[in-house]
């Protein structure tokens, strides 16, 4: 493994973290906050540390990009940035260090889950950070890294692999570099958009912005308390529910319709499933809670479609406590954490085109207990998969599962309930942010012992590089130097 290469990109992926806090040291000026010379620190420590890195590295910055080496500049800018983003928390004093990782891991992550009890006391340009760390996370810092650093671009195919989530059998450009800067154009589209919507509906400038960027990156940070639920307005609940819909959906296939016009999203077999999902859950919440909590249509529609908004595209908004449901309408919205959005979105979760996947090979495998003698096949849309494809899925659900059932074990030896831990766990690895209970609509990680949270952030990481990339660390050829790769 070329250790020396892997160091030298990460010393730009700091580079370019330090420079992005130039935006909330501007931003503390500007509004008078007494945090200017906090950022100033932070700054000068993420750019010397990346010009250090790059010192250090400088011999092998001409060298090609195995897979290993995308493998590792992948995790561990992930370990770095998370790293990075932390230090203004702890140099403001708002948060120990454990805490302040597991905040810039939740928020790189597109998490959302929080350990700062009182967001309103804080200052504005700390909470904006907040909101960048999600925007950044969610297009993925290696896809902003290969678009931004054309001399890269050659290589990129292994960082670009690593980095974008889920199975797809779409590749919508040749080029790495023109695929990158094409997702980042619409991603940073619709995140205007969304802002020029909110603002219209009676956001300030800086609410607008901030809440259009958690949304788009399927984050679901706030910078008040009680979330969007602050606003108490049906029309920006609205806004955000299809705004978080569409975050979910598969970008390769936005830049299609941009190709080939509106036809390409709707022969798109998972977006129409996933759409077909959050209608079906939806209905069926909106009719529990106006049966049993007394919600009138209109507004029990409303809520319903939120949260199943924000828990399938894995967002974690809140416009009300659901946690006061009825046991089947909360234990719709968990299933959401594992379901997740689609892939090639800013979502986390399963992804529906990996549980469209594994029906169809449960229903071939069914037919073929009938007939034992039939050939029968997997499509996915018209493409026949192969059975390579088909094993991979189901090693992917099933580590997903272990690693929930893994982690949670390890968490309750911290002490906390086994269904917060469960639940815990299964929102960090989906992204989703808050779960149930004292974690829940109303709560924050905040009383969370540091070891369960070291558990919870691992689990935020292990989930957004969808965790063969990160697990395939483990083991001992990766790091074994006779080993070709």
């Given at each position: 493994?070329n250790?020396k290469?892997?160091?030298f990109?990460?010393?730009?992926?700091?580079?370019?973290?330090g420079?992005v806090?130039?935006?909330?040291?501007?931003?503390?000026?500007?509004?008078e906050e007494a945090?200017?010379?906090?950022?100033?620190?932070?700054?000068?420590?993420?750019i010397a540390?990346?010009?250090?890195m790059?010192h250090?590295?400088k011999e092998a910055a001409?060298?090609?990009?195995s897979?290993?080496?995308?493998?590792?500049?992948?995790?561990?800018?992930?370990?770095?940035?998370?790293?990075?983003a932390?230090?203004?928390f702890?140099l403001?004093?708002?948060?120990?260090?454990?805490?302040?990782y597991?905040?810039?891991?939740?928020?790189l992550?597109?998490?959302?889950?929080?350990?700062i009890k009182?967001l309103e006391?804080l200052?504005k340009?700390?909470l904006?950070?907040?909101a960048?760390?999600?925007?950044?996370?969610g297009?993925?810092?290696?896809?902003?890294?290969v678009?931004?650093l054309p001399?890269m671009a050659?290589?990129?195919v292994?960082l670009?692999?690593?980095?974008?989530?889920g199975?797809?059998?779409s590749r919508?450009l040749?080029?790495?570099?023109?695929?990158?800067?094409?997702?980042?154009?619409i991603?940073l589209l619709?995140?205007?958009?969304l802002?020029g919507?909110l603002?219209?509906?009676?956001?300030?400038v800086?609410?607008a912005?901030?809440?259009?960027?958690s949304?788009?990156a399927?984050g679901g940070?706030?910078?008040?308390?009680?979330s969007?639920?602050h606003?108490?307005?049906?029309?920006?609940?609205y806004a955000?529910s299809i705004f978080?819909?569409?975050?979910?959906?598969?970008?390769?296939?936005?830049?299609?319709?941009?190709?080939?016009g509106i036809k390409?999203l709707?022969?798109?077999?998972e977006?129409?499933?996933y759409i077909?999902?959050?209608l079906f859950?939806?209905?069926?919440?909106?009719?529990n809670i106006?049966?049993v909590?007394?919600?009138?249509?209109?507004?029990?529609f409303?809520s319903?479609?939120?949260?199943?908004?924000s828990?399938?595209?894995?967002?974690?908004?809140?416009?009300?406590?659901y946690d006061?449901?009825p046991?089947?309408?909360?234990?719709m919205?968990?299933i959401?954490?594992?379901?997740?959005?689609?892939?090639g979105s800013?979502?986390?979760?399963i992804?529906?085109?990996?549980?469209?996947?594994?029906v169809k090979t449960v229903?071939?495998?069914?037919?073929?207990?009938?007939?034992?003698?039939?050939?029968s096949?997997v499509?996915?849309?018209?493409a026949?998969?192969?059975?390579?494809?088909?094993?991979?899925?189901?090693?992917?659900?099933?580590m997903?599962?272990?690693v929930?059932?893994?982690?949670t074990?390890a968490?309750t030896a911290?002490?906390i309930p086994p269904?917060?831990a469960i639940?815990g766990?299964?929102?960090?690895l989906?992204?989703?942010?808050?779960?149930?209970?004292s974690i829940?609509?109303?709560?924050?990680?905040a009383?969370?012992?540091a070891?369960a949270k070291?558990?919870m952030s691992?689990?935020m990481?292990l989930?957004?590089?969808?965790?063969?990339?990160a697990?395939?660390?483990?083991?001992?050829?990766y790091?074994h130097k006779?080993k070709r790769w």
């Open positions: 493994m250790i290469l892997i160091i990109l990460l010393g730009k992926i700091s580079v370019l973290m420079l806090q130039i935006i909330n040291f501007a931003m503390a000026i500007y509004f945090c200017s010379k906090e950022f100033l620190l932070s700054i000068i420590f993420a540390l990346g010009y250090g790059q250090y590295g001409n060298d090609d990009i897979l290993r080496e995308g493998i590792g500049t992948v995790f561990f800018s992930w370990l770095l940035v998370a790293g990075i932390g230090v203004p702890v403001m004093g708002v948060l120990d260090p454990v805490s302040a597991f905040e810039a891991m939740s928020g992550t597109t998490t959302g889950s929080t350990s009182d006391i200052p340009s700390l904006f950070w907040r960048m760390n999600h925007w950044i996370g297009i993925g810092i290696i896809v902003i890294f678009a931004l001399q050659g290589s990129a292994y670009f692999n690593a980095e974008v989530t199975f797809s059998n919508i040749p080029r790495i570099r023109t695929t990158a800067i094409a997702l980042f154009y991603y619709l995140t205007i958009i802002t919507i603002a219209s509906m009676g956001m300030s800086y609410d912005v901030y809440h259009a960027c949304c788009i399927t940070f706030s910078n008040y308390n009680n969007v639920a606003f108490s307005s049906p029309m920006i609940e955000l978080m819909v569409l975050a979910a959906g598969n970008f390769a296939i936005y830049y299609q319709v941009t190709q080939s390409a709707w022969e798109d077999l977006f129409k499933t077909g999902m959050v859950f939806s209905v069926l919440i909106t009719l106006v049966l909590n007394g919600y009138s249509l209109e507004n029990g409303r319903a479609f939120f949260h199943v908004a828990f399938s595209s894995t967002t974690g908004f809140v416009a009300n406590d006061q449901w046991p089947f309408a909360r234990m919205l968990a959401m954490f594992f379901t997740g959005g689609c892939a800013t979502a986390g979760g992804k529906i085109c990996r549980l469209i996947v594994l229903g071939a495998e069914l037919r073929r207990s009938l007939h034992p003698q039939m050939l096949s499509y996915y849309g018209k026949r998969l192969s059975l390579a494809t088909i094993t991979n899925i189901g090693r992917f659900f099933f997903y599962f272990f929930v059932a893994f982690l074990l968490t911290s002490g269904e917060e639940f766990i299964a929102s960090c989906a992204s989703v942010g808050p779960a149930f209970g829940g609509a109303t709560g924050t990680y009383d969370i012992p070891s070291v558990a691992f689990a990481l989930g957004r590089l969808e965790l063969f990339t697990l395939a660390l483990l083991r001992s050829e790091w006779s």
